[in-house]
């Protein structure tokens, strides 16, 4: 396998920028990759060695899912999203133990990152699994998945590129299922099987518990 280059980091923030922390320093080998502008949509072709078809996990956890999946799917490019550093870090460690040159790793929020920073139509496919609740009601604006969100996707993803979502919390999934299927931008479709096998450190630890989880896959029929 071809040697992962390491990967220059600047410190360059915005106001409001939800990254309090520094990411590692330019010596240490990296997956993760700060952006020297936030207000600029990526320029893939300098982000990956390979142009091959680009899927995002919004919300990557440990990496579980994440790096076993981009293992699986070297004719694939990879773009992992998470806001906690530690976390990030656990996919980094992993991602290059595996030696994957296929994944890239931003520490940023996710509604941010599809609105600004995703080229249009650059995606042919976004996974969200298991994102935070927010079960209390007065919390619940504070979820990702809203209309305006799904409404981003779309811009984001490729006419036909999918969206997969995965939860266990059952208001949440109406929520997401209620805004994605009465979206004119996608139709409703099956988890390949394939994918499902995939799981991530949440949905071990639920099916553990015997605690039901619930998915829905749609496909984006036109760009908003």
């Known amino acids: 396998m071809k040697d992962f280059p390491p990967v220059s980091i600047a410190d360059e923030r915005i106001p409001d920028d939800p990254i309090p922390e520094p990411t590692p320093t330019p010596t240490e080998p990296t997956l993760i990759f700060n952006p020297e502008s936030l207000i600029d949509r990526f320029d893939l072709e300098r982000l ?31 773009m992992g999203v998470e806001r906690l550093l530690g976390r990030l870090r656990k996919l980094d460690r992993k991602g290059l133990r595996l030696g994957l040159t296929n994944l890239r790793l931003f520490r940023i929020e996710a509604s941010y990152l599809v609105e600004y920073m995703l080229p249009r139509q650059s995606a042919s496919a976004i996974h969200i699994y298991f994102p935070d609740p927010w079960p209390k009601r007065r919390h619940r604006k504070n979820r990702l998945v809203t209309e305006a969100f799904v409404e981003s996707v779309a811009r984001a993803l490729q006419p036909g590129g999918m969206l997969y979502l995965r939860t266990d919390d059952a208001d949440y999934f109406q929520q997401m299922i209620k805004f994605c299927g009465a979206s004119p931008l996608f139709s409703e479709e099956s988890t390949p099987a394939d994918l499902a096998e995939h799981l991530t450190d949440f949905e071990r630890s639920f099916h553990a518990r015997g605690i039901a989880t619930l998915s829905a896959a749609y496909r984006s029929l036109v760009a908003p």
Do not use: H, I, M
């Open 48 to 78: 990956y060695a390979k142009q091959q078809p680009l899927e995002v996990e919004l919300g990557s956890g440990d990496g579980s899912f994440l790096a076993g999946y981009a293992d699986s799917r070297p004719a694939s490019n990879f």
